[in-house]
């Protein structure tokens, strides 16, 4: 006999999580999504921010490495490790399936950060197959130096032009290696990302994503550019899906998404929002407690609260089970 198939988390309503999202890739590059903006991103970082994505009518999320290591108390600067990373990857998946059999919809697609992949090349193939295993889509593999940072502060460097065209490499080959094992569909989407332009200038940049592009990635994404023309040479210089990254108060000019998809971006992130909005919150609630003021103009009732984690899901699965 034939031993059971296996299948990613997000694969759970028959298609797999980097298909739908190839599939919804394609339907913004041929026009038939029929939409004026560009494939929104809001970035998650935990279970409960994949669930509001998803209940917020979004398309696709994002898994920002900024917003995992933020959570668990630290700066983007690679000190969460690959193990860290895919246990998050492992709750997104179910916050965003257990979002989808409440509402009756099929799971969104997570583009998850993979960072430099977390070593050499076969680090690299490690962490596409891991990142697959857990259900994501797709996976953004870049070009910076070990131990890397977040794309808009100061100190990052990047590898060579070689040595970013062979991770990249790697990681396709990977993508593929994981769908000939577990079927059609099933490899996670390659996002390459070059940070090359801040210090070796833009059009080292342009040449490293046309390179992407030349050895199998599915989309590219030149992070912080700093004028609204590099963005369109970008766009105009690049095929295939491109990613915008609208990260407030950062290097790029944030744009309307009817700009972003007029210039020709596919997708454009908003990686910091959810995370920056939360704090703000709840820096403010933590001073109206100290202050002894009250603080239900800060919050959700109890019972919206209950319902946002699942408690309402929850309830109907327990009582479906009860025995009299």
Known sequence: SQPPSWKPAAAAFGIPAPLRLKQL??????????????????????????RLIARGGFEATFMTGFGVSGVNGYPDTQLVSY?????????????????????????????????????????VKRTVFGYGRAGMGGIMIEDQVSPKRCGHVKGKSVISFDDAVQRVKAACDARDEFEKLNGEGTGPLILARTDSL??????????????????????TFLEAPQTVEQMKDYCARVSGPKLANMLEYGSTPILPPEELKAMGYTMAAYPLTLLSASIKAMQDSLELIKNG??????ILSFADTKDVVGF?????????????
Do not use: H, W
């Open 25 to 50: 890739l394609q339907s913004e590059m041929t026009g038939s999504r029929n939409s004026t903006k560009p494939i929104l991103l809001p970035c998650c970082y935990d279970g409960l921010s994949a």
């Open 83 to 123: 193990g860290e990373m895919v246990n998050a990857a492992n709750f997104v998946a179910e916050g965003l399936s257990s979002a989808a059999l409440e509402l009756g919809i099929d799971s969104i697609p997570c583009i998850a950060d993979g960072d430099t992949g977390y070593g050499n090349s076969v680090n």
């Open 198 to 219: 801040l210090s070796n200038g833009f059009e080292d940049a342009i040449s490293r994503s046309i390179a992407f592009r030349e050895v199998g990635c599915d989309m």
């Open 293 to 298: 003021e009250p603080t239900e103009d800060m």
């Open 312 to 324: 309402t899901q929850y309830s109907k699965e327990e009582e479906r089970y009860a025995v009299d």
